[in-house]
């Protein structure tokens, strides 16, 4: 079965073909680091995770970048209000949201570049738009990106230019569908922005929002690459700037699949920082939320449908996780005399062909749950032959391996793994190095860092293990 994604770019659901065969280049932007993130910000890593997982189950290796915004207006802003520097300040919520990040076992990016330590790829990419025609300087020395200079501009947005309320230009980040404008790629030095600027050919001042991503993602995965993804509310103006950036300081096309995650809600509205109605990882943990139980609420609705948050879903969710965990030691405890394989029972198949179709979470987790209740009824009747709870074991190991639900306890490595330790055993006795760290960068893509001990050969450790 073709892997197919909604593809905001096309308005339709694609096949997806990477760009080189059996790799895939993935951004994803990251939090702004001015304040703490919240479940709906997460409820979009989730989302970024388990499509990292998948590609990774589907045997891709993965390369994924997620940037940190550590300067833009807003932070700004908090620094003047709370008298502090932008670095003391974008520290403090860096942490915190690695904490959190760890906490709901969220496999970590290969890198996350900050915006603040790339401004110079951020200058270059300016000074190019500005040589190939697409960028002017205002009157106080900011640099701005003509739109119409662009004529593919509002292709992902579906923007209509016939119903366009303004043509001027625009200076703060963020701003609506309704009034597409030039806008800001460096912005000029103001009394405001105190200690926070940058020299530049234009004098001193600080790169826009929608640069940082363009200038990074370029740095780390190429002119070109797969997949690039966020929340909804980042198709326009973010994502739109993007590809006018990067297509235009480029000449070529940008990113190949566009996927948006859809918002989570609380009481029907936009769970957001500026809105006050929102939840931090800590607060719902506090209340006895597991990590397994939140992600199961945020990833069991499909990406591109809302989700209405609420705590009283705690206790389902719960009994959800807690099913799933017994069924699992159920069939360990069955296990111990029966010989090992890495065969899969008919519903993988059925598993597997739902997050094919755009990731359909929802159907995938249906087909899971039925196979998993008569699996308890053949367990029950005492008819479930020593393979078939050998095959269990294996296909709850490779749900684990996209959905993560099984409690972290001890963490018990999956056959695959082992497997790949041995080859990789196998291949330091012949002293073949090469296929010796080959096997090991695929191990850690699957979530596992090995370590050579000495006696017992090798160690291994999930990188969720701090
Ligand atoms: P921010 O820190 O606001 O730049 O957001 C980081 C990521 O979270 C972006 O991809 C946003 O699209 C996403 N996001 C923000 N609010 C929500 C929400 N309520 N539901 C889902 N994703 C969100
Ligand atoms: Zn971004």
Known sequence: MPIKFYNTLTKQKDEFQPIRKGEVKLYTCGPTVYDTAHIGNFRTFLFEDLLKRYLILKGYQVTHVMNLTDVDDKTILRCNSDHISIHDLTEKYIKLFFDDLHRLK???ADFYPKATEHVPEMIDMVKKLIDNGYAYKSED?????????FEKYGKLANLNFAEQKTTQRIATDDYSK???QDFVLWKAWKKEDGKVYWESPWGKGRPGWHIECSAMSNKYLGENFDIHCGGVDNIFPHHENEIAQSECANNKPFVNYWLHSEHLLVDGRKMSKSAGNFYKISDLTDMGFTPEALRYLLLSGHYRTNINFSVDKKHEALKVIQRINDFYKRLLDLSSNCNKTDELPEAYNLF??????DLNTPEALAVFFEWMRNTNAHIDNNI???KDIIYAINFIDEVNVVFDLLISRGFRIPTKIVDLANQRQTARINKDWIKADSIR?????LGW???DAPHIGYKLKSVLEK
């Open 441 to 445: 960068d695929q191990i850690l893509k």
């Open 384 to 386: 479930l032959s020593d």
């Open 141 to 149: 020395n900011s640099i701005y990106f003509n739109i119409k200079k």
């Open 106 to 108: 969220i496999i970590p």
């Open 352 to 357: 597997i062909k739902a997050l094919d179709d």
């Open 178 to 180: 309704d009034h597409p």
């Open 449 to 451: 860092i090995i370590e």
